[in-house]
Antibody
Framework: EVQLVESGGGLIQPGGSLRLSCVAS?????????MTWVRQAPGKGLEWVSV???????YYADSVRGRFTISRDNSKNTLYLQMNSMRAEDTAVYYC????????????WGQGTLVTVSS | EIVLTQSPDFQSVTPKEKVTITCRASQSIGSSLHWYQQKPDQSPKLLIK???QSFSGVPSRFSGSGSGTDFTLTINSLEAEDAATYYC?????????FGQGTRLEIK
């Protein structure tokens, strides 16, 4: 079964850092053309955050560029999102997913991990 | 940035009705438009990819059409389990964007 499981969410103070992890099973992260992070603020819609290509190229939403870093560890079949200088507006459920790049749909999605930025 | 505008924002419908949700892009995106269903407290699920291609395992009552700037998701003979929020998503250019969502309530 193709599956993604996120972890690492929690409560963090403004200005703090957090790293999210996403373990893939049933497929290999390294062979996927794109792996992506999408977030959803409480009661709001979906917002694309970042994508990493199989070749290593990365793209970011303007709202997180310079603060967030997407990466993957092929040996662990895991996708990461390093989040620094966090703000209240980063509060959201963060989903990892396969796809999410140019000319690509998104499937499957993980179950999501909640990140709350608050003092 | 390509803005996707869905209509309506909310619709209350009865079972067996036919539902149409539209998604308009602020510039042409060809067929790089995908549709998702998200039920409460669940992650989104892919329904339709590339405007009109049904995704594996999705009931045949869901269909999509359109190209360029105007797209439609149609649900024929609505069922109670279709209560959810539906999102369109463009993958034509960065930043990737989603529509604001259309919430369907089943009467």
């Amino acid at each position: 079964e193709v599956q993604l499981v996120e972890s690492g969410g929690g409560l963090i103070q403004p200005g703090g850092s957090l790293r999210l992890s996403c373990v893939a099973s049933g497929f290999t992260v390294s062979s996927s053309t794109y792996m992506t992070w999408v977030r959803q603020a409480p009661g709001k819609g979906l917002e694309w955050v970042s994508v990493v290509y199989s070749g290593g190229s990365t793209y970011y939403a303007d709202s997180v560029r310079g603060r967030f870093t997407i990466s993957r560890d092929n040996s662990k079949n895991t996708l990461y999102l390093q989040m620094n200088s966090m703000r209240a507006e980063d509060t959201a459920v963060y989903y990892c997913a396969r796809g999410g790049g140019i000319a690509a749909s998104v499937d499957p999605w993980g179950q999501g991990t909640l990140v709350t930025v608050s003092s | 940035e390509i803005v996707l505008t869905q209509s309506p924002d909310f619709q209350s419908v009865t079972p067996k009705e036919k539902v149409t949700i539209t998604c308009r892009a602020s510039q042409s995106i060809g067929s790089s438009l995908h549709w998702y269903q998200q039920k409460p407290d669940q992650s989104p699920k892919l329904l339709i990819k590339y405007a009109s291609q049904s995704f594996s395992g999705v009931p045949s009552r869901f269909s999509g059409s359109g190209s360029g700037t105007d797209f439609t998701l149609t649900i024929n003979s609505l069922e109670a389990e279709d209560a959810a929020t539906y999102y369109c998503h463009q993958s034509s250019s960065y930043p990737i964007t989603f529509g604001q969502g259309t919430r369907l309530e089943i009467k």
